[in-house]
């Protein structure tokens, strides 16, 4: 997760407006199919180097 998260741009907001924009936008179908790719490549990416072994 700290892999997809990491190449995910980050949102902040500091105001009413902005909370709702940021939820606004990343309503979108484009933001959510980015975080998908980005969670299927780092399990991808975490799945081809295991730290131990399969039972």
């Known amino acids: ?9 980050a949102h902040y907001y500091v105001s009413i407006r902005g909370e709702i924009m940021t939820l606004w936008e990343s309503q979108s179908t484009t933001d959510k199919a980015r975080i998908m790719a980005d969670v299927v490549r780092a399990a ?12």
């Not at 180097?49 to 399969?54: A, E, K, T, Y």
């Open 1 to 9: 997760m700290a892999l997809a998260l990491n190449r995910l741009p």
């Open 44 to 55: 991808q990416q975490v799945s081809a180097s295991p730290s131990h072994q399969l039972e």
